[in-house]
């Protein structure tokens, strides 16, 4: 700073007197000058970044099926290309001369506005689906420069907006401030009889220095800046704690998705262990399998039991219990609304303009989508007839194909079918009774996730902070406090936001990043029901193959054995062995000596397997 200009802070001068002040024609030459280069930069800075998103669709809004106009510049109707960033339906308005439908599904009864039979065979294909095609959660990569390159799902998706703003809002007051502190030395200049116009010509304050701490702008900068500073300390304090609990939010929702899968496979393991067997305990290839009827409903072992079917009724209804909750469940998250939006319409480019991708999932509770699991055998044609005719809306219907899959499991109890006693039955309904309360942790985790107030409040905290941030920070940062402002902003409001899309797990709020991903959970599901467990309880890897009777001699009350063969057929060949020696890990392996060293192989039938 020049001689001049300490010359000039020597006197004082009021706001009043410098507001007043005109400036003359030289020194808005000289401001304007001193201000170019800031500002080009800072410009040239918010068009290479909005130009570089621009190209990543990053402000593109999805209109495949509608015309969308927003309350911004970030898009416009003519674009038609799918979106990874977050939509607020509140700044949304969809153009359509067709009234919006009603949220039919919440009131019990899903509508199906322009589903046609070929999107209903997707919807049905997805129920089905054992293969999931992508994670549960979107995956990482440790490498930093890999996390440093990622847009999608980030704070930096987030908080752009936020951030083009606060740095738009620093550079104002900077200018504001260089402006008003350039009155304030040719007003002081002036008071004290100084020369103004040797001043303009000798001022040296350049665009990255902090204007004197007399000029009553910065002293009104300095005060704001200790309150600022117990804000600071505050919001830090707590958006931590924020965003921890947001997270464990997310977390429970997450491992409670995990618990309805354990309980279903629990269910169908216990299923497939206590299904009565086959008279023989095996057949002519080396296997054991289900006790079973012919094609034509005779017996074929003299005992009037089905439990094949048993297993299959009952794990059929399991898995179409857990694919039903889901698509019951409002997501956006669900392999067919996310999708729809990024690729353009998975289920068709037909559905109306109107149709919210949410809804995806409750199409398939529909009599049309109930219909389409009747024909590709997912449920009976009087199951269907009985979900429709038990009145309660389609939303409970997973809670009704649960019970079913209870009663059909007491009912194989008590014919026989199930195997076990009151130990079975009582693990079984022990089973039920936790898969229903992990269906309910789901709603109820999301009724309490948060309190409103405390969202409110940390919104508050962290917009003041951000917006008192330029303010704060110019008296000791000067131009610098423009980059300050934004790191501040990307960070506070990124945590921000981070936690709120934790707090949305389901994406049914827009936020598309931490989804947990529902058709993964039901391909994972549809697999461990419908294959794992019925495969690994049909066909058994015994080597043994029966010849004789099972003897059941009720006047020496004798156990049943089982005569084991001298051959074994192994993958299609002949091997000869002589008896069986149980080792580790239940295997049985040839030996020479098993009379002499191991036990007889036992079956024990049960009082209702033997004739």
């Known amino acids: 700073m020049t001689e001049l200009e ?38 040239a800075l918010l068009f290479y970044t909005t130009t570089t998103l621009y190209c990543t669709d990053a402000f593109l809004i999805p209109s495949t099926h509608c015309k969308i106009r927003i309350d911004n510049n970030h898009a416009s109707g003519k674009r038609n290309l799918p979106s990874k960033r977050r939509i607020n339906s509140r700044n949304i308005l969809l153009v359509s001369n067709e009234p919006p439908s009603p949220p039919e599904f919440f009131r019990g009864r899903p509508s199906t506005p322009g589903f046609k039979p070929g999107q209903f065979e997707k919807l049905t294909s997805w129920a089905m689906s054992q293969d999931s095609n992508r994670p549960i959660v979107t995956e990482y990569d440790p490498d930093g420069l890999w996390l440093w390159t990622q847009w999608e799902g980030t704070i930096r998706e987030m908080t752009f907006t936020n951030v083009a703003i606060a740095l738009i809002w620093a550079l104002v007051v900077d200018l504001y401030a260089y402006q008003h502190y350039t009155v304030y030395l ?7 009889g100084g020369d103004v116009a040797t001043l303009l010509d000798n001022l040296t304050w350049t665009s990255f220095e902090i204007p004197h701490s007399r000029d009553p702008i910065i002293e009104a900068f300095q005060n704001l800046n200790s309150l600022w ?62 006790q079973t009827k012919a094609v034509n409903g005779d017996s074929i072992d003299g005992r009037d039991k089905d439990a094949k079917k048993l297993v299959q009724d009952i794990t059929r209804l399991l898995r179409m219990s857990h694919t039903l909750f889901w698509a019951a469940t409002p997501t956006r998250s669900d392999g ?84 076990g006693g009151p130990g079975m039955e009582e693990n079984l309904l022990r089973q039920l009774s936790l898969l229903r309360g992990e269906y309910f942790n ?26 008192l941030a330029p303010l704060a920070l110019y008296t000791k940062m000067g131009t610098f406090n423009i980059i300050s402002t934004g790191l501040l902003t990307l960070f506070f409001k990124g945590l921000l936001e981070l936690s709120k899309s934790f707090l949305d797990p389901f994406g049914r709020e827009g936020y598309s990043a931490h989804n947990i991903r529902v058709d993964v959970l039901v391909s994972e599901l549809n697999f461990g029901a419908s294959s794992r467990w019925i495969d690994a309880g049909d066909v058994l890897p015994s080597e043994i193959v029966v010849k004789s009777e099972i003897e059941s001699t009720s006047q020496s009350n004798e156990q049943s054995t089982v005569e084991v063969s001298k051959y074994v057929k ?10 069986f020696n149980a080792v580790e890990g239940g295997v049985n392996q040839l030996s020479d000596n098993i009379a002499d060293e191991a036990p007889l192989v036992k079956f024990d039938l049960g009082q209702n397997d033997v004739d």
């Open 6 to 43: 300490n010359e000039a802070h020597h006197g004082s001068i009021s706001a009043t007197n410098v507001a007043s002040t005109e400036l003359p024609a030289k020194a808005k030459w000289i401001i304007m000058r001193r201000l170019h280069p800031r500002a080009f930069a800072i410009i």
């Open 186 to 192: 040719i007003a002081t200049a002036a008071v004290n």
């Open 229 to 290: 500073e117990y804000q600071l300390s505050l919001t830090t304090f707590t958006l931590s704690f924020f965003v921890n609990h947001a997270y464990s939010h997310w977390r429970l929702t997450y491992f409670c998705t995990r618990a309805i899968q354990g309980r279903v496979n629990d269910l169908c393991m216990l299923i497939t262990l206590g299904a009565a067997r086959s008279k023989s305990y095996g057949e002519v290839d080396g296997v054991t399998g289900y």
């Open 336 to 419: 067919m609304g996310d999708l729809h939006l990024r690729e353009g319409g998975i289920l068709g480019d037909d559905l109306p303009k109107n149709f919210d991708p949410s809804q995806f999932g409750p199409m398939l509770l529909s009599r049309e989508g109930l219909e389409m699991l009747v024909k590709y055998g997912q449920l009976t044609q009087r199951e269907k007839e009985g979900l429709v005719a038990c009145g309660l809306p389609p939303s409970q219907y997973p809670y009704v194909l649960l019970e079913w899959a209870g009663l059909r499991a007491m009912d194989g109890i008590e014919k026989g079918e199930l195997r």
């Open 442 to 467: 789901i709603g109820d985790y999301n009724a309490g996730r948060m309190p409103m107030a405390y969202v409110q409040v940390m919104e508050v905290l962290v917009d003041t902070l951000n917006f």
């Open 570 to 579: 192994v993958n299609g060949e002949e091997s000869l062995t002589s008896d």
